[in-house]
């Protein structure tokens, strides 16, 4: 358990529809990422929050947007999905905003746009 | 811009056998390395990581792997596999001078067979 919560785990929804997922960070880390894993795509980097601002913004798209709130969990909303963004959304945290600092993934959370 | 590559995208093995997984990388700019395991549907894990110093870094499970600069490698090796081996293993890289996003390589499967 690496301490970094997702919910939810699974997620059916429909092409167009709006969808909103949650992490929250190990204890006392202040950065929150996002990445994105498909299978055409592979593993890929979407977006850094810390201590509640955005810090690195990767290929995430226009209809993606995400927020870190003050008690430092996050959310990232998808919206008008499309089937292209059924994935593997995984958080990850880690602590002050070293690049030493080993990220902790979560377990994921799995979008079925159907 | 950084980019990892894991040449093989299956690696079959059998048990108790050694292994070495490849990893090679690009950057312009110094970068920290990182090995991370998925078991099936689970988040990534880290197995171990580079920052500086030796060039052969132990992790956790009985892997390692060795940094070599002028090839850009970053190969994980374990000398004798077990059949709980078997996942997927991606190599990353963060650069060292701003956001430590993960860019990561596509993965290679290990597969220990009996």
């Known amino acids: 358990d690496s301490g970094v919560t997702q919910t939810p785990k699974h997620l059916i929804t429909a092409t167009g529809q709006r969808v909103t997922l949650r992490c929250s960070p190990r204890?006392?880390?202040?950065?929150v990422y996002w990445y994105q894993q498909s299978l055409d795509q592979g593993l890929q980097f979407l977006i850094q929050?810390?201590?509640?601002?955005?810090?690195a913004k990767g290929n995430i798209l226009e209809r993606f947007s995400a927020q870190q709130f003050p008690d430092l969990h996050s959310e990232l909303n998808l919206s008008s999905l499309e089937l292209g963004d059924s994935a593997l959304y995984f958080c990850?945290?880690?602590?002050?905003?070293?690049?030493?600092?080993?990220?902790?993934f979560g377990p994921g959370t799995r979008l079925t746009v159907l | 811009a950084q980019s990892v590559t894991q040449l093989d995208s299956q690696v079959p093995v059998f048990e108790e056998a050694p292994v070495e997984l490849r990893c090679n990388y690009s950057?312009?700019?110094?970068?920290?390395l990182f090995w991370y395991v998925q078991y099936p549907n689970q988040g990534l894990q880290l197995l171990l990581k580079?920052?500086?110093?030796?060039?052969l870094v132990k992790g956790i499970n009985g892997f390692e792997a060795e940094f070599n600069k002028s090839q850009t490698s970053f190969h994980l090796r374990k000398p004798s596999v077990h059949i709980s081996d078997t996942a997927e293993y991606f190599c990353?890289?963060?650069?060292?001078?701003?956001?430590?996003?993960?860019?990561f390589g596509s993965g290679t499967r290990l597969l220990v067979r009996p």
């Open positions: 990353a890289v963060s650069r060292m001078d701003s956001s430590y996003k993960l860019i």
């Open positions: 580079y920052l500086s110093g030796s060039t």
């Open positions: 204890s006392g880390d202040l950065s």
């Open positions: 950057s312009s700019v110094s970068v920290y």
């Open positions: 929050y810390y201590n509640g601002e955005e810090r």
């Open positions: 990850a945290s880690s602590g002050p905003d070293r690049g030493t600092d080993t990220q902790y």
